[in-house]
């Protein structure tokens, strides 16, 4: 191979993942789902093969997305973002064929009590891997 793998790599991104959760510091937020947008930006190293298990299986990333904005509740979406990256970056680095150098997360929440206010809020959390 005469390109070094150093610089180059690719960009996994899903963008807009519907799901719900209970998010947030007030009661009725923890009572009641509302609506969240995730947007992952993944970037792994390049990879020889033309397989689904030569890379990442967006499917599977996006319902463990969903998984873990409907199952876990988080006072802050800062702190939601951070669990995301985590998680995905703790199956997904062991799990593939894959080395991921950096992890992006949004979490988007349009429907909080600014919603009059604002078109939307989020929250972007990154990590970079070695």
Do not use: A, R, W
């Amino acid at each position: 191979d005469v390109c070094s793998s150093d610089l180059m790599s690719y960009d996994i991104n899903i963008l807009g993942i519907k799901t719900s959760g209970k998010h947030g510091i007030y009661e009725i937020e923890k009572s009641s789902d509302q609506k969240f947008l995730v947007d992952v930006k993944i970037t792994i190293d390049t990879f020889q093969g033309d397989e689904i298990y030569d890379t990442i299986n967006y499917e599977n990333v996006v319902d463990d997305v969903i998984g873990i904005v409907k199952t876990e509740s988080f006072n802050l979406i800062e702190t939601l973002s951070k669990k995301i990256t985590q998680e995905i970056y703790k199956k997904y680095n062991s799990e593939s064929n894959v080395k991921i150098f950096e992890i992006i997360v949004t979490v988007h929440k349009p429907d909080t009590i600014l919603k009059e206010k604002t078109n939307n809020l989020s929250v972007t959390y990154s990590e970079k891997f070695k």
